[in-house]
């Protein structure tokens, strides 16, 4: 065995996606071998299916404080969140045809919108923010009018970990009759999130974010408000979104959401927390120069977001890869694009400092001792990219 197949790893990519927990793997596979019917079908098989399929949703609607009828499962967050921005919109009046979403949108979101635009006739405004990649209130109160069908804007961005002011700006789109849909992926699962609070009209959520088998996430589309199926040609959930459904991914990606939200979640926020701030000053005095990026205070426990000037994206993540890190420069929907961040361009950033940019993003495995192990590797990775 050779130095690096002996070197132990680090996984510090959780925003791309979680670790799979065991428990949800587990009720994976029971739910795979007790649901071997159709769950739409009416025989003994077929109710089985539906019983884990209607319990799992029964279990999602309870922690998050909605209806059960209120969840429509989908494949993961961009399928929801494709759901929720063109379901919305194709079921606003002809008289509104607008949109507004913020520019640091995640491209589920950005290319839906392009897509009403190109192909239903939508105009859209993109919603600036600010140094730090947060919105104002004050822009959005200027841009959103009579013809706005429907605000989209996340609870908080993927690769930098700005929270945004959710249940402000869903109060301001309420008051003026519009609709808000708000991609909550990287909240969901990581903290407690009741959709009453956030006076949000939809919400999406990916289960692999916080420990479900890949593949599983869900729409919450608020009682009564309309929604225009994406995908055609059956009735299944509630028939806003056709297709046999995945009684096995349901089941686990409700127990990967109650198990993250009831045993882990407190401990295991203050503690990657902790954790972030630690890296942080670590790798602020190992590495020169080195920027973080993102708000100072209204930002996810779990992320580090930093540029290292001189020294790009690609070349850090394939010597970190080396040395046992699991790093990446943002987005994992992104990876092969030889273009900078959009979400740091949109912060100010130049192209040439957004090419540089690193995110850590933990998950509850890291160990409070094994920070200062990160860093040293991290800073000898700097050293040798850098030469």
């Excluded at 919105?135 to 609870?155: F, I, N, P």
């Excluded at 959930?237 to 096995?248: D, K, L, V, Y």
């Excluded at 790009?312 to 030889?338: H, K, P, R, Y």
């Excluded at 200062?372 to 590797?377: P, Q």
Aim: glycine content about 8%.
């Amino acid at each position: 065995m050779g130095r690096l197949s002996d070197l132990k790893r680090y996984y510090l990519d959780a925003n791309a996606h979680a670790p799979l927990l065991p428990e949800a793997a587990e009720a994976y596979v029971v739910a795979l071998r007790a649901a071997v019917g159709n769950p739409s079908s009416t025989h003994t098989e077929g109710r089985a299916a539906r019983a884990i399929l209607d319990q799992a949703r029964d279990s999602v609607a309870a922690l998050l404080g909605a209806r059960s009828g209120e969840i429509i499962f989908t494949s993961g967050g961009t399928e929801s969140c494709n759901l929720g921005v063109l379901g919305l919109a194709l079921a606003a009046p002809a008289s509104r045809r607008h949109l507004i979403c913020s520019a640091v949108e995640h491209h589920a979101v950005l290319h839906a919108c392009e897509h009403l635009r190109q192909h239903h006739g939508f105009s859209i405004s993109i919603l600036p923010v600010d140094n730090c990649g947060r919105c104002s209130l004050d822009a959005l109160k200027s841009l959103a009018g009579e013809q706005t069908a429907l605000v989209s804007v996340m609870s908080a961005n993927n690769e930098v970990g700005t929270r945004q002011p959710v249940a402000e700006i869903g109060e301001l789109c309420r008051s003026r009759g519009i609709l808000f849909h708000t991609d909550a992926v990287q909240c969901v699962g990581r903290e407690p999130v009741l959709v009453h609070n956030l006076a949000c009209d939809a919400l999406s959520a990916s289960g692999h974010k916080f420990g479900s088998v890949p593949g599983t996430g869900f729409l919450w589309l608020k009682s009564g408000v309309a929604l225009a199926p994406v995908t055609v040609g059956g009735a299944q959930e509630n028939q806003r979104r056709a297709g046999t459904e995945n009684a096995a991914a349901a089941a686990s990606l409700a127990t990967a959401l109650e198990l993250s939200l009831n045993q882990h979640q407190a401990p295991d926020r203050a503690r990657m927390h902790d954790q972030i701030e630690n890296l942080w000053q670590r790798v602020a005095q190992s590495v020169p120069s080195v920027i973080r990026n993102g708000h100072p205070e209204q930002r996810l426990d779990n992320t580090l977001s930093i540029c290292v000037p001189g020294a790009s994206s690609e070349d850090v993540m394939i010597a970190a890869d080396l040395e046992g890190l699991s790093l990446s420069s943002g987005s994992a929907c992104m990876v092969g694009s030889a273009l900078p961040s959009h979400v740091l361009l949109a912060m100010g950033l130049g192209r040439e400092l957004a090419s540089c940019a690193i995110r850590f993003s933990l998950s509850r495995e890291l160990e409070e001792d094994e920070v200062s192990e990160v860093v040293a590797r991290f800073a000898r990775v700097i050293t040798r990219v850098k030469g």
